[in-house]
């Protein structure tokens, strides 16, 4: 079975595909897959043209990113859901209520992540480790601020407000990239 880390925003134009294009740079060297979707996403539309911006800005093109409505079975088929808004997360875990112990939002993860240290595996799943470590961190480390989990969108903002907007999410991935390469 593929690792994959699933990606969910509202309508699969910005946040989510931002951070998918982010985290298969940082995830480079690693058997892991990387996609995204939209809660409320309309079929087939392309990136943000500032999404694509910082797309572009990760050594890939764009051009052929297409949006999709979230789907169970996207959802049944990640080792890792990371989503912009504890909405969304709500969303996830209500479309299928089996993902609750790998969904997260994506600043979520980012900081129990950047919390904890699994121990290193043989087994050859660095991701699962990380998403099991992440998990049991999730139990023991003190819940923040509401709003601190949710990743503001940049939707009717400006190039600089996507640029921020990317800079967060790859602050959140970095821990992610971490654990993985400890666990591994």
């Not at 690792?3 to 951070?19: E, G, I, T, Y």
């Not at 969904?103 to 904890?116: E, Y």
């Amino acid at each position: 079975m593929i690792d994959r880390v699933l990606f969910v925003c509202h309508a699969n134009l910005c946040r989510s595909p931002m951070a998918e294009y982010l985290a298969r740079r940082l995830l480079a060297d690693r058997p892991v897959e990387v996609c995204s979707a939209g809660t409320d996403a309309v079929e087939d539309l392309a990136m943000h043209p500032y999404a694509a911006e910082v797309a572009v800005g990760t050594g890939a093109d764009p051009a052929g990113f297409r949006s999709r409505r979230l789907r169970r079975e996207h959802l049944v088929g990640a080792t890792l859901v990371l989503t912009a808004t504890r909405r969304q997360r709500s969303v996830c875990t209500a479309l299928a209520p089996a993902v609750l112990h790998r969904t997260f939002t994506l600043r979520q993860f980012g900081r129990l992540a950047a919390a904890v240290e699994p121990e290193p595996t043989t087994a050859g799943d660095p991701l699962r480790t990380a998403v099991e470590a992440a998990a049991r961190a999730r139990g023991r480390l003190q819940p923040a601020a509401p709003d601190a989990d949710d990743l503001r969108d940049p939707i009717g903002g400006t190039a600089a407000d996507f640029r921020r907007c990317a800079e967060e999410i790859e602050r959140s991935l970095r821990p992610l990239a971490a654990l993985i390469a400890t666990a591994g």
